[in-house]
Every structure is written in structure tokens, then in C-alpha cells.
Nanobody
Framework: QVRLQESGPGLVKPSQMLSLTCTVS??????????WAWIRQPPGKGLEWMGG???????RYSPSLESRTSISRDTCKNQFSLQLSAVTPEDSAVYYC??????????WGQGTQVTVSS
């Protein structure tokens, strides 16, 4: 059973950096043909794909967030992380990590609420 668990601060101040980590168990993040993504859902809005990392470490980002987003990984810990810089209250959302396989996301973390506020 693949499990994903997000972790990180629930409150971030405006202009600071948001950092979240996704810990994966039950499957290696380096396993071929899988990808790993960060997806968020602001209150009252739909899901927004932020970016992802393939099994080989290559990354892609949403054009609207690319200038502020970075995804990295620690293969020893089987974790991948999100950094979002210069946050504003509009970045408040539930943040999810998910595993991608064949154009779908088959496993998701439970999500973590992040609020941007002074």
C-alpha cells in the first residue's frame, strides 16, 4: 500500500517561503513510470496543479507559479518537497502531494492546511 503524508508549518507569514515535505511509504519515488506532484485547493476553489517531479528527478511547474516554485527530493528518505516563495494570502490552501501514474493521480496524501497571514 502506497502512502503519502504531507508535513510542514500550518501558518506562514506574507512574503516568506512556504516549505512542505511529502513522505512516501510503500513505493520508491525513484520507481520508473511514476511521477510525484504537489496540488493545492484554495478555499472555495478547485484543485490547482502546482508542479511535479518524475522518477528521474526531472521537474515541471505550472506556468503561473513557476517563478516562485521549486520541487526537490531526498531519495534516501523517500521524500519530495515543495518550496513556494514570496507567499501572499492568496496562497492559503489545502496542499496535497500525490503520485501520478498513466495520466492520473492514484494515491494522495490527506492534505495539509496552510494559511498565509501575519
Amino acid at each position: 500500500q502506497v502512502r503519502l503524508q504531507e508535513s510542514g508549518p500550518g501558518l506562514v507569514k506574507p512574503s516568506q517561503m512556504l516549505s512542505l515535505t511529502c513522505t512516501v511509504s510503500g513505493g520508491a519515488i525513484t520507481a520508473p513510470n511514476y511521477g510525484w506532484a504537489w496540488i493545492r485547493q484554495p478555499p472555495g476553489k478547485g484543485l490547482e496543479w502546482m508542479g511535479g517531479m518524475a522518477y528521474d528527478g526531472s521537474t515541471r511547474y505550472s506556468p503561473s507559479l513557476e517563478s516562485r516554485t521549486s520541487i526537490s527530493r531526498d531519495t534516501c528518505k523517500n521524500q519530495f518537497s515543495l518550496q513556494l516563495s514570496a507567499v501572499t494570502p492568496e496562497d492559503s490552501a489545502v496542499y496535497y502531494c500525490a503520485r501520478g501514474y498513466k495520466d492520473a493521480y492514484d494515491y494522495w496524501g490527506q492534505g495539509t492546511q496552510v494559511t498565509v497571514s501575519s
